[in-house]
T-cell receptor
Framework: ETGVTQTPRHLVMGMTNKKSLKCEQH?????MYWYKQSAKKPLELMFV???????ENNSVPSRFSPECPNSSHLFLHLHTLQPEDSALYLC??????????????????FGEGSRLTVL | QKEVEQNSGPLSVPEGAIASLNCTYS??????FFWYRQYSGKSPELIMS????GDKEDGRFTAQLNKASQYVSLLIRDSQPSDSATYLC???????????FGSGTRLLVRP
């Protein structure tokens, strides 16, 4: 497999369920991101991991819990979500040098996304 | 609050014309800007990055950056129906890892 892969592509869950989204990148990148895309709204950054360390938590509710076991894998654990959390969740990766040089960090490679519906 | 502003469109151009997409940003400290293309039902795809004032050309695409005016644009020459998509402008990943996206401009290229 190449690029950034996300599973599942579609997920329907009730408000009391617990589920997880998975992302895997095969590009050798060292930064991974979770973005949320809702209708009529800009892409919204949720979490950033650089070299497995979380560097951004964009005021995301605790019902979303990220996990980054290594620089190739990223998870988003979901529990007690609300209907307004229904959206497309996009994983992305980019290259950041070990010195923190960020110029190319904005060159994101996105996965196909996980379409989440909360009932 | 750092912001990236785009006209939502749709911008409709005939096939073969030049499509001009524009974006303004609020953060004067931003150094890096990016254009992503998103087809309906698909994820965004990077098409251009620009890091310095002036023009950058790549095939039919030209990105323009004017830091004094806080303005970024994307020109698509010889537009094709396959260029019909939403174009997202993004910038701001300089002091943090937070790339700020605009809401996107929908482009329609009429055959």
């Amino acid at each position: 497999e190449t690029g950034v892969t996300q599973t599942p592509r579609h997920l329907v869950m009730g408000m009391t369920n617990k589920k997880s989204l998975k992302c895997e990148q095969h590009l050798g990148h060292n930064a991974m991101y979770w973005y949320k895309q809702s209708a009529k709204k800009p892409l919204e950054l949720m979490f950033v991991y650089n070299f497995k360390e979380q560097t951004e938590n964009n005021s995301v509710p605790s019902r979303f819990s990220p996990e980054c076991p290594n620089s190739s894998h990223l998870f988003l654990h979901l529990h007690t979500l609300q209907p307004e959390d229904s959206a497309l969740y996009l994983c992305a990766s980019s290259h950041v040098t070990s010195g923190g040089y960020k110029i190319r960090a904005g060159e994101l490679f996105f996965g196909e996304g996980s379409r989440l519906t909360v009932l | 609050q750092k912001e990236v502003e785009q006209n939502s469109g749709p911008l409709s151009v005939p096939e073969g014309a030049i499509a001009s997409l524009n974006c303004t940003y609020s953060d004067r400290g931003s150094q890096s800007f990016f254009w992503y293309r998103q087809y309906s039902g698909k994820s965004p795809e990077l098409i251009m990055s620009i890091y310095s004032n002036g023009d950058k050309e790549d095939g039919r695409f030209t990105a323009q950056l004017n830091k004094a005016s806080q303005y970024v644009s994307l020109l698509i020459r010889d537009s094709q129906p396959s260029d019909s998509a939403t174009y997202l402008c993004a910038g701001g990943m300089d002091s943090s890892y937070k790339l700020i996206f605009g809401s996107g401009t929908r482009l329609l290229v009429r055959p």
